[in-house]
């Protein structure tokens, strides 16, 4: 799907040249892509398809982590797979078993719609109650209430500068659990 | 946490740029180098008859081919630092040490020789030559894998056996400076073994260090 890919370049380009919106919008997008190959994975590995929503996430904040190895000048669907891909074979030998996965698994794939057997995921939420509590409040106030970088420095009255900083390291640290565990 | 609330927090975070890996490598690499540099010269110390070697293209060899194997290897993990990077097409940037060294043996083999070859090869320090490469490459295969771990390599044991092979380079291209054997058929032999080494190590410790 060539067109698509396109599409997700382009916003990835917009992203990384500050354009937060873009970046939303990109991640919303390859969201339902993820969650297919995740499902597929699963079922061909005959585990629950319901657990995809764990391994999306952590694709997803791989992704975030790890985005500037992405070359702008290169196609950003190959290098979304290849990161997805990685995790996706991680997430399914944690659960037990040896897997190849096919980067077709992932080029190939139709969006799912998110869809009602889909157990919700709590791997990051439960790694999320072990962060410094800094950082646990700062990530909660942005993800679960949804409050603005400005608002949570209100709230906890801290520079704007400093909540980006929790912000971000809540993030690293999350992902450096996640793949310790 | 929702994947919807998760994603609106990575949008928050943007802003947040982080340096390309090989920004982060070169850092770590400058920082672990003088500690390699105080080992070397508080065990070893350059060799005493240094000027006299220079003129022997053979002594500057040494140096050629340690740093071909510490560049090359540098630009090989630092391209297989991207995730969907293969290695087909950047694999033979390695064999350029390779070269050099099979060139040099040829001279060597052409010229007159003091020396029989098994001698040559054999030298008269090669125990020193596998402990000291692989001792001084220790604070920078470090430095490496730090760097390397700002990366996403899809296989960490490989990326592990290149960061060990450019911080073998390095520490060989320091220790060459102290090595009194200068037979390309020497630097062939024990060079490799103690770059085989380090490669190893690195290997062992990306598969584990390198996951992302």
Redesign the interface.
């Known amino acids: 799907m060539p067109e698509r890919e396109d599409e997700w370049t382009g916003l990835m380009r917009l992203?990384v040249s500050?354009?937060?919106?873009a970046?939303?919008r990109l991640?919303?997008a390859v969201?339902p892509v993820l969650r297919a190959a995740a499902r597929r994975g699963l079922a061909r590995s005959g585990q629950p398809v319901d657990q995809s929503?764990d391994i999306?996430?952590d694709i997803?904040?791989?992704v975030?982590?790890?985005?500037?190895?992405?070359?702008a000048d290169?196609p950003f669907g190959?290098?979304l797979?290849?990161?997805a891909r990685?995790k996706l074979i991680?997430a399914l030998r944690r659960r037990g078993r040896r897997v190849f996965v096919n980067i077709d698994d992932f080029a190939e794939t139709i969006p799912s719609e998110p869809v009602a057997e889909t157990a919700?995921?709590n791997e990051?939420?439960a790694q999320?109650q072990s962060l410094p509590v800094r950082q646990r409040e700062v990530?909660q106030s942005?993800?679960?209430d949804?409050a603005?970088?400005k608002d949570t420095a209100t709230k906890f009255a801290m520079s704007e500068g400093a909540v980006?900083v929790a912000?971000?390291r809540g993030?690293a640290s999350l992902t450096a659990r996640l793949?310790e565990r | 946490m929702e994947t919807d609330q998760l994603i609106r927090t990575l949008a928050a975070d943007n802003a947040h740029r982080a340096r390309p890996v090989g920004f982060v490598l070169a850092l770590a690499l400058l920082a672990a180098a003088p500690v390699s540099l105080v080992m070397f010269f508080a065990a070893l110390g350059v060799r005493p008859d240094v000027m006299t070697a220079m003129h022997n293209p053979f002594f500057d060899l040494k140096f050629l081919v340690t740093l071909a194997l510490a560049i090359s290897a540098i630009a090989v993990s630092l391209h297989l630092s991207r995730p969907e990077a293969v290695l087909r097409g950047w694999a033979w940037l390695l064999v350029i040490p390779i070269g050099l060294l099979a060139v040099g043996i040829a001279c060597e083999m052409m010229l007159p020789q003091r020396l029989p070859m098994m001698t040559r090869l054999v030298g008269s320090n090669s125990r020193v030559c596998m402990t000291a490469i692989p001792l001084l490459s220790l604070p920078l295969l470090a430095a490496a894998l730090i760097g390397l771990r700002h990366g996403a390599p899809n296989r960490p044991a490989l990326a592990g056996a290149l960061a060990g092979m450019l911080s073998a380079g390095l520490a060989a291209t320091l220790y060459a400076a102290q090595c009194t054997d200068d037979s390309p058929l020497f630097v062939a032999t024990w060079y490799t073994i103690a770059t085989a080494m380090v490669a190893a190590i690195g290997a062992l410790a990306g598969s584990r260090m390198l996951r992302f």
């Open positions: 992203a500050g354009d937060d919106a970046y939303h991640l919303k969201t929503e999306v996430q997803l904040l791989a975030h982590l790890k985005r500037h190895t992405w070359d290169a190959p290098w797979f290849a990161i990685n991680d919700p995921a990051v939420a999320l990530l942005i993800a679960v949804s603005s970088i980006r912000l971000h993030l793949r």
